[in-house]
């Protein structure tokens, strides 16, 4: 069994529902604001990012558009228009003072060749060139406007060339084409201004094949062959829309977010194009993530030991109840109660009443059991002392019975040995008689003596088969009530003690009085005492006392003979036992019947060497009161033996 | 010198009735025996004894069978019980009611009894 406080597995069921309860929804909404925050972070860069650069398609535009309106305004000029070479030089270098993005300036006779030119970089008396071929010369004889012709001044710095025609009121067609070289660095400058490479975007200025015009990173812009990457390039040149953007995934892994907006001028395709890795949209949403584990971490560290907390106070009635019912099954009926959640007000409270109910039926129950189970087994005790009782009365009566058949048998064995021998006996006595008749007074001494012999023999025959006639018959008691100590003296005073025996006696002041048959109960006196004085040959005390024990009035005879050991003690009162040459065995044999037929008892105490205490118990006869009921059956009377 | 006492011994052992005989007849009595209670009464009734001895166990009756039929027949004869074994105080009572005028146990003091014998006799009887 468990020990009685631990607690059980309902305890850490209830704890993990609690926690997958409190975590469950606060994960499930982390999750959902790290979405809604990670797709609106990045539709707010992507927007951004398209403003700025739909801001700058036009910033680009009205760049390039002050230049072209610089050299139309120029050309429009009558000065200007009349072809006149100083008056135009002087224009040239005014544009060249005042814009600083020009490097270069021709005048172009429509014919194509170069009547002037003018250049920050040119060395003195620079050649003449022909433009005759050229497409932007035609184009802008023709048409009247070209720009374009990316180019990379000193292989490094992007530059673009304009070129307008000179026309002249007077004349019907153009006069001339005044051509301009641009650098572009100011359009990288300006993107360099505004996406600082310290920032997380980058912006670029690109031509439709590619050409990249201008970069936010200078180093990007002017360098040799600077181009964007053809991927890049064709996502962007492949759009139908005027600007956009969106999420780029490109072939070599980098994700990121791109915006586009196209130059508005339809003589240039060139595109803005500003991105942002993504990372960083990706690193808000980690972090944001990183946070909300953090506080679901915490939420669970607190909601363990508090749900442990709660699912111990939920679980504690179960558990009391469980252990109120291990009581029970020990039949600890009070102690289970105690134990019981009874003050708990739910349906653990309702059912700890309905089990104290069940507790208390079970208690009565059981009470019920072992006092019928307690009135049983005293009945079984009664009924066995009953039993016993029976029993041993039974058995006392069936000894009795056995004794009085022996003894009936004994005595007509006896009656029969008896007579055949008496005859005999008779037959001796009367020859003997008839011999020491005829032999007359003068006898043989011898023969004399030898007479004597055989009649003291006939005589002392005839006593021993009246001693064992007197045992087994079976004459009715003649109880006479009288004061004990009067038979004691009546018989001692008749009593032929001889001389050595000195006698020390002792009576019960009170005398009680005593029923007895008088013949019988000399008779086992005498016995007795015979038997002590038998045992004292030559000198020894005799002490004869009466006394009362309770309901009982005692004779005691107390010699100081050699005494007897216990072997014999053991069998002194059977009939037939002697330790003496000559006798029957029948004295102590006669003491025990007349002691037994008087309802009393005899017992005996010896120490070899000391001598020998015998005590005859008989009941003590109280006064009959008139209508009194007859004394209770005598107990065994209490003595040492 | 007058008549010696006539007695009848009545007794099945020859050896007792005998030497019982022997010893009273030498103490001066004339005896008479019989072994059984019918030759016994047949003798007492031929003989009419002074006295008869009888014992108490006989093969064919008994003492007191006899004793009764000689005290209807004589109220003198003086009639003595003999007898072996124990005899309760009924026995004797019943004895005496059927007229025995003693009895003796055996072995008897032959002494005693012929005093006893002689005081009886001597005694006035009624019908002697």
């Given amino acids: 069994m468990a020990p009685p406080k631990r607690r059980g597995r309902l305890s850490v069921r209830l704890l993990l529902w609690f926690l997958t309860l409190s975590l469950l929804p606060l994960g499930s909404v982390a999750w959902f604001l790290i979405g809604i925050a990670h797709e609106s972070l990045s539709n707010e860069i992507l927007s951004t990012q398209q403003a700025l650069a739909a801001g700058f398609a036009d910033t680009v535009g009205k760049y390039v558009s002050t230049f072209k309106n610089v050299l139309i305004e120029t050309a429009g000029i009558e000065e200007f228009a009349g072809m006149n070479s100083v008056k135009q030089q002087q224009f040239l270098n005014r544009i060249m003072q005042v814009h600083l993005a020009f490097i270069e300036l021709s005048v172009v006779s429509p014919a194509g060749v170069e009547l002037m030119q003018t250049g920050r970089f040119l060395k003195p008396n620079p050649e003449m060139r022909n433009f005759a071929g050229e497409d932007f010369f035609n184009t802008a004889l023709k048409r009247g406007l070209y720009m374009g012709r990316l180019e990379r001044f000193q292989g490094l710095y992007p530059t673009m060339t304009i070129a307008v025609p000179i026309a002249d009121p007077k004349a019907a067609g153009p006069v001339g084409v005044l051509l301009g070289k641009v650098s572009l660095n100011g359009l990288t400058q300006m993107l360099g201004m505004e996406f600082p490479s310290s920032g997380r975007s980058q912006a670029s200025v690109i031509a439709g094949d590619g050409f990249l015009i201008a970069h936010s990173n200078p180093k990007e812009a002017f360098k040799p062959e600077a181009r964007m990457g053809p991927e890049l390039v064709k996502i962007i040149t492949t759009q139908n829309e005027e600007k956009g953007g969106g999420p780029l995934l490109l072939s070599d892994g980098n994700r990121l977010f791109g915006a586009f907006a196209f130059v508005p001028n339809k003589m240039l395709e060139w595109v803005v194009f500003i991105q942002q890795p993504m990372d960083y949209a990706e690193r808000t949403s980690a972090a944001m993530l990183k946070r909300t584990a953090s506080i679901v971490l915490v939420v669970a560290i607190c909601v363990i030991p508090l749900a442990w907390l709660v699912a111990g106070n939920i679980t504690q009635p179960i558990r009391d109840l469980r252990d109120a019912a291990d009581r029970i099954a020990k039949g600890q009926f009070d102690e289970a109660r105690e134990l019981l959640p009874l003050d708990v007000s739910n349906e653990v409270g309702q059912l700890a009443e309905r089990f104290d109910a069940m507790r208390e039926a079970l208690k009565e129950k059981t009470d019920e059991l072992v006092g019928a189970k307690e009135k049983l087994e005293e009945f079984t005790h009664f009924l066995e002392r009953r039993v016993d009782a029976r029993t041993r009365e039974l058995k006392a009566a069936q000894e009795l019975l056995i004794q009085k058949e022996r003894l009936a048998a004994m005595g007509a064995m006896a009656n029969v040995v008896a007579h055949e021998v008496r005859n005999p006996l008779a037959v001796i006595r009367n020859a003997t008689y008839f011999v020491r008749k005829k032999l007359g007074a003068v006898v043989d001494p011898m023969i004399a003596k030898h007479l004597k012999i055989i009649e003291s023999e006939i005589q002392q025959a005839s006593d021993i088969i009246d001693e064992i006639l007197d045992f087994s018959r079976t004459r009715d008691l003649q109880p006479t009530k009288m004061p004990l100590n009067a038979f004691i003296e009546e018989l001692l005073s008749v009593y032929p003690f001889p001389g050595h025996i000195s006698l020390v006696k002792r009576l019960d002041a009170s005398s009680p009085n005593v029923a007895i048959d008088i013949t019988e109960m000399r008779q086992a006196v005498r016995n007795i005492v015979g038997n002590a004085i038998e045992v004292m040959p030559s000198a020894g005390s005799l002490g004869i006392q009466t006394y009362t024990q309770g309901e009982w009035a005692v004779i005691e005879v107390a010699d100081s003979g050699p005494g007897m050991p216990p072997d014999v003690l053991d069998k002194i009162f059977a009939a037939f036992y002697t330790t003496k040459a000559r006798g029957t065995g029948l004295g102590l044999a006669v003491v025990k019947k007349v002691m037994d037929r008087h309802k009393g008892d005899v017992k005996v105490e010896s120490a070899l060497g000391k001598g020998t205490v015998f005590r005859l118990y008989l009941p003590v006869q109280t006064e009959p009161r008139p209508g009194a009921a007859p004394p209770p059956s005598q107990g065994s009377p209490t003595g040492r033996v | ?128």
């Fill in chain 2, 1 to 128: 010198m007058a008549d010696p006492n006539k007695l009848l011994i009545i007794d099945d052992d020859a050896h007792l009735r005998e030497s019982l005989a022997e010893v009273l007849e030498l103490e001066g009595f004339e005896c008479h025996q019989a072994g059984t209670a019918q030759s016994g009464i047949d003798a007492a009734i031929k003989l009419n004894p002074d006295a008869v001895i009888m014992d108490i166990q006989l093969p064919d009756s008994s003492g007191f069978q006899i004793c009764s039929t000689l005290r209807k027949r004589s109220k003198s004869t003086i009639l003595i019980m003999m007898t072996g074994r124990f005899l309760s105080s009924e026995e004797k009572k019943q004895g005496f009611e059927l007229g025995a005028d003693e009895y003796i146990t055996k072995p008897f003091d032959l002494t005693e009894l012929t005093a006893r014998l002689r005081q009886l006799l001597s005694r006035p009887r009624p019908g002697a």
